[in-house]
């Protein structure tokens, strides 16, 4: 199992930026691919954007594509959205995923969840 922790969230003008976090405590983490979603209440969880387990590989929807920006430092057992030109519509609870197997996936595929990070974007 993996545990995970978002950080990062908060209020942001839109058209400003944001870095959001998700640590990963334990040896295992270089194991899993990792992925970023967001949800609205009344709205499925959507997937973001995904990262596999080395980092050679990522990707990012196009709703976000050219704006957001997925990393992982496997020495820190950390992943990464990076976030600019932020939309009102981007405002959302921000959760990272892990799985051992999935890579762009819808949320029900992925196995272990952070506890999710409000991002409030003011127009």
């Known amino acids: 199992q993996v545990q995970l922790v978002e950080s990062g969230g908060g209020l942001v003008q839109a058209g400003g930026s944001l870095r959001l976090s998700c640590a990963a405590p334990g040896r295992t983490f270089n194991t899993y691919n990792m992925a970023w979603f967001r949800q609205v209440p009344g709205k499925e969880r959507e997937f973001v954007a995904a990262?596999?387990?080395?980092?050679?590989?990522?990707y990012h929807t196009d709703a976000v594509k050219g704006r957001s920006t997925i990393s992982r430092d496997n020495a820190k057992n950390t992943v990464y959205l990076q976030k600019n030109s932020l939309k009102a519509e981007e405002a959302a609870v921000y959760y990272c995923?892990?799985?051992?197997?999935?890579?762009?996936?819808?949320?029900?595929?992925?196995?272990?969840w952070g506890q999710g990070t409000q991002v409030t974007v003011s127009s």
């Open positions: 995923a892990a799985s051992l197997v999935r890579y762009i996936s819808k949320w029900n595929e992925y196995e272990y």
């Open positions: 990262i596999t387990r080395s980092g050679g590989s990522t």
